[in-house]
């Protein structure tokens, strides 16, 4: 019964689009192209770069410019320690490498005036040689001085901790006041790009799974995120016995956080199907259907079966022919039925 009603009333719009002029209405063909049927899955997005920040040397925290949530450049400072220990040892080394510097010049003034006598036979051997040691002992001085002066400046530089990456604070694990150890950590956070999809594919899935693969990953408003790299891990989950797949993406917006559920589909399997463009599709109650250009005379209204939707195309399931030319605007026929 509910289908006669539905022929019933496809018959009584077509009977009202025959009395209606149908002149410059645009008209697409019915094409035939493959179809893409995929599996749904749900993802979970997870940063790549994760890290906690660590003292690398002792001191009191004076300073933490950023909190939890706050976004932070490559390379600017996040944290710094009390440095006066770190610069006198550094003041301390640089004095101790200006003492070996001035002992090695010594050291080589006396051995070039040694050199000369002891070829001559005026200064005996013994002196040649205690002059030549005296310069060696002078040098490796010198190179030790210079390696406890590079150590000195390493310490104080790490009083000064800066973001290793451009990113987001998510944890602060100290204060300022708080006195910190080596391996203390300070902060914690994550980079916004690049991030990646981690989600469980079943076993059957599994071997569709390649790096050329046509993977989708959708958000809420129906964006693509344009995927860089896919990685599949050589065992199951023991849970669910389904492979994980992370699917690395570029966060170019920065609108995409970790811990969001995104929808990942699959690509299983292509077929072919006919298409029409979504906009000439009419819709009445549970009628779907379509005005057919008549090369006799005007144009003829259509039920149609439709099937999935790829964009702004439908899949035709039954009711057209390829090659067939639908209207793009059917509601304009109506329109100008109902003007007469």
Do not use: C
Not at 71 to 90: C, K, Y
């Amino acid at each position: 019964m509910k289908s006669r009603l539905l022929l019933l009333s496809a018959a009584a719009l077509a009977a009202t689009a025959l009395s209606g002029p149908a002149g410059a209405v645009e008209w697409a063909p019915v094409e035939r192209a493959s179809l893409v049927e995929s599996v749904r899955l749900d993802g979970m997005v997870e940063a790549v770069q994760e890290s906690t920040v660590s003292a690398q040397t002792a001191g009191t925290i004076v300073e933490l410019p950023f909190d939890v949530d706050d976004v932070v450049e490559s390379g600017a400072l996040i944290a710094r320690l009390e440095d006066t220990e770190q610069r006198a040892r550094m003041q301390q080394a640089e004095a101790n490498l200006e003492e070996a510097e001035a002992s090695l010049e010594d050291a080589r003034q006396r051995y070039d005036r040694i050199e000369p006598l002891a070829e001559r036979g005026v200064a005996s051997q013994s002196d040649l040689d205690q002059a030549r040691n005296a310069l060696s002992a002078a040098r490796a001085r010198v190179g030790r001085t210079r390696s406890g002066l590079e150590e000195a400046r390493e310490q104080l530089d790490y009083t000064r901790i800066t973001a290793p990456y451009g990113g987001v604070i998510t944890t602060r694990h100290v204060e300022i006041g708080e006195s910190v150890r080596p391996g203390q950590p300070l902060l914690s956070g994550f980079a916004l790009d690049p991030l990646r999809v981690v989600v469980s594919v079943p076993q059957r899935y599994i071997d569709r799974v390649e790096d050329e693969n046509d993977f989708r990953i959708l958000l809420d408003d129906g964006r693509d995120l344009e995927i860089d790299d896919i990685t599949r891990f050589p065992f199951a989950d023991a849970p669910g016995h389904g492979v994980t797949v992370r699917i690395t993406f570029e966060n170019g917006q920065m609108d995409v956080y970790p811990g969001r559920l995104v929808r990942v589909l699959l690509p299983v399997e292509r077929r072919d199907a006919l298409w029409i463009p979504a906009e000439s599709l009419l819709r009445r109650s549970e009628l779907r259907a379509v005005f057919v250009r008549n090369a006799a005379g005007p144009p003829r209204l259509r039920q149609v079966r439709i099937g999935t939707r790829d964009g702004d195309r439908l899949e035709v399931l039954s009711g057209l022919s390829e090659g067939e030319e639908v209207a793009l605007e059917p509601e304009a026929i109506f329109a100008r039925s109902d003007a007469q």
